[in-house]
């Protein structure tokens, strides 16, 4: 199977978060012929896909996503961000690299190999990861252990490489933590300071403690972990008052030596230090984790080099995926297309990456399957 045709078909299903635009109907249409047994799982406004051939160990899990994120401003476009438009030997299109292509490719390794290979297949795939992911992979993953349905394993489609195909394996990802901070004084006239209690001075003595030394000098597999202040806003309008409150927000994006826990307890303990009324808001969308290299780690690195020449990195950096939800059930690492156009006007892939891209996923499902579960 030639994986262009069936990412196009995916790129013109207009499958902005939370919009599925048809394209989890139009895999189960592709996967039901192929001996998979389909299960639709629709959580809110989400749709979601689970899709099994086989039953017997090792199980092996392909983790991907349908949903893209807006095209936003059009002019920026020489193609229709949803028209799949082939040009120059390009596949331009929202979600080509970030990850419908990934999946596309995916599925054409399924069709290229034995259909009696050991073992099982099966795909996870969810309309919410460029969303909240409040109603996807997290709640698919909960209905797959109450249905006995946890893989031994899982590679996640992602678009790691960097520079060339192959050449980046994730098999961690940071934290990321976003906090918001509310310091309270007292209002007053600033010319009579002693007759009030300004919030705004306390806070950024808060931020600076916060911010004044670094978090940690990185870990084995991570870089340093990173505390950023994104906002600090009074809204006050006047140039004589000092204002009752000030509030700040931070983003922090931590490495294993960290938990959201710990952090909001160092933050806790130096607004405490000021002795001042406060509200702390903490909202962590996943905890750091981390695939140690081992046996399934190894496979994936000798298939890739097998498959395009290139010897991969492991790399733990970036932003946050769905794997921190699998890392919680099974092995998992990503692995996928050169991502340097995803989330950007005239995202493209180029054709032949795209077939490349397929024939290292069959290299990986190949080199995974007969080697059982990972040790």
């Known amino acids: 199977m030639d994986p262009v045709p069936l990412a196009q078909s995916l790129i013109r299903c207009a499958s902005v978060t939370p919009e599925d635009g048809g394209a989890m109907a139009l895999l189960e249409a592709v996967l039901e012929p192929m001996g998979f047994t389909c299960t639709r799982l629709r959580y809110g406004t989400i749709e979601n896909l689970f899709a099994r051939r086989g039953t017997a160990g090792p199980h092996l899990c392909f983790a991907g996503h349908t949903d893209v994120v807006p095209p936003g401003d059009l002019s920026g476009w020489t193609a229709g961000p949803f028209g799949a438009e082939l040009r120059e030997g390009l596949l331009y299109g929202r979600g080509a690299v970030d990850m419908k292509g990934g999946i596309a490719a995916w599925i054409a390794a399924i069709a290229s190999l034995p259909r ?3 073992g099982s297949l099966s795909l996870l795939i969810t309309g919410d990861e460029e969303g909240p992911a409040t109603d996807g992979t997290v709640r698919v993953l909960d209905w797959m252990l109450a249905h006995g349905q946890i893989p031994d394993m899982c590679v996640v489609g992602e678009p790691t490489s960097k520079a060339a195909l192959g050449d980046t394996i994730k098999i961690g990802r940071r934290g990321s933590m976003n906090v918001a901070i509310a310091l309270h004084g007292v209002q007053g006239h600033s010319a009579y300071p002693q007759r009030a ?4 001075h306390r806070l950024v003595r808060v931020l600076h403690r916060l911010t004044a030394a670094p978090l940690d000098e990185g870990s084995q597999w991570f870089e340093p972990s990173t505390l950023q202040v994104t906002s600090f806003d ?3 309008p006047a140039t004589n008052v000092i204002p009752p409150a000030a509030r700040a927000r931070l983003n922090i994006r931590f490495n294993d030596l960290h938990s959201s826990v710990s952090l909001t307890k160092r933050i806790r303990d130096v607004l405490e230090t000021e002795g001042a009324r406060f509200e702390l808001d903490v909202s962590c969308s996943g905890e750091s984790f981390l695939t140690q290299p081992g046996d399934f780690v190894a496979a994936l690195q000798a ?18 995926s769905d794997a921190r939800f699998i890392a919680r059930y099974c092995p998992v690492a990503e692995l996928g297309a050169v991502g340097s156009t995803m989330h950007k006007a005239d995202e493209s892939t180029p054709v032949e990456e795209l077939r490349a ?4 996923y069959a290299a990986v499902i ?3 399957l007969p080697a059982g579960p990972p040790a």
């Open 116 to 118: 009696d290979l050991p």
């Open 357 to 360: 891209l397929s024939r290292l």
């Open 303 to 320: 298939a890739t080099k097998r498959a395009t020449g290139v010897d991969p990195v492991l790399d733990t950096g970036g932003g946050t």
């Open 234 to 236: 009074v809204g006050n």
């Open 197 to 200: 209690d300004n919030p705004i």
């Open 366 to 368: 190949g080199a995974l």
